[in-house]
């Protein structure tokens, strides 16, 4: 066993609710423009301790997400030392295979490799993430008449594959990165939360 990484993500996207990518449609407006985090609750890399830190994408997607040819600035909670920056990359670009080496190889680009302050807080169901000075975001979920979470099971594309995804909204999302080429601040759009557990 090369990693073993548990934990929750946070997305948030240019898309209205809820974003096609995850059912496999062309997103709206054409492309996508968003951030991804995971944050590690428990995390351990070929013997590096991982957890507590948190990998991030600012993303372009220029059609259906499974379709691949990302463009996208990776960013490495500034918290992880050298050792652990390295174990997460050799995740994260696919070298240690497993599930998020199917992830990786949606990637066409890597613009640029960022060690950055990273805040990222789930509480109550609501999500709150930071990357540095320029990608905030403040999420909810949806729910439903009987009070539980909107859940989207088995769907066409995932960055949490194995588990279910919690939809909701945006109630603000900025985002400016120039080497992706995005510079957005919405309201009101296309927000996922989700736990994971991937082993490779």
């Known amino acids: 066993m090369a990693y073993r990484l548990e ?3 946070l997305e948030v996207c240019s898309c209205l609710a809820i974003c096609p990518c995850w059912i496999g449609q062309a997103p709206d407006g054409g492309h996508c423009e968003g951030t991804i985090a995971w944050h590690f609750d428990k ?3 070929d013997g590096v301790d991982v957890s ?4 991030a994408l600012a993303s372009y997607i220029p059609g259906v997400a499974v379709d691949g040819n990302w463009k996208v600035a990776v960013f490495v909670d500034d918290n992880a030392t050298p050792e652990q920056e390295e174990a ?6 696919g070298k240690k295979g497993g599930p998020v080496a199917d992830l990786a190889q ?9 060690r950055a302050p990273i805040t990222f807080d789930v509480e109550k169901n609501k999500g709150s993430l930071r990357i540095g000075s320029d990608i905030s975001g403040e999420l909810q979920p949806f729910e439903g008449a009987t009070g539980e979470l909107t859940t989207l ?3 066409v594309f995932s960055v949490i594959p194995g588990a279910p995804a919690y939809v909701g909204t945006a109630s603000s999302f900025k985002m400016k990165n120039d080497k992706v080429g995005i510079d957005l601040e919405l309201q009101g ?3 996922v939360q989700g736990a994971f ?4």
């Not at 997460?88 to 670009?93: E, F, G, H, K, R």
């Not at 557990?197 to 490779?200: A, C, H, Q, R, S």
């Open 52 to 55: 507590g830190l948190t990998i």
């Open 43 to 45: 995390g351990d890399i």
């Open 88 to 93: 997460i990359l050799a995740v994260y670009t």
């Open 106 to 114: 949606l990637i066409g680009e890597v613009v640029s490799v960022e």
């Open 153 to 155: 099971h088995d769907a």
């Open 7 to 9: 934990g929750s993500m």
């Open 189 to 191: 759009h296309s927000s």
């Open 197 to 200: 557990l991937f082993v490779g």
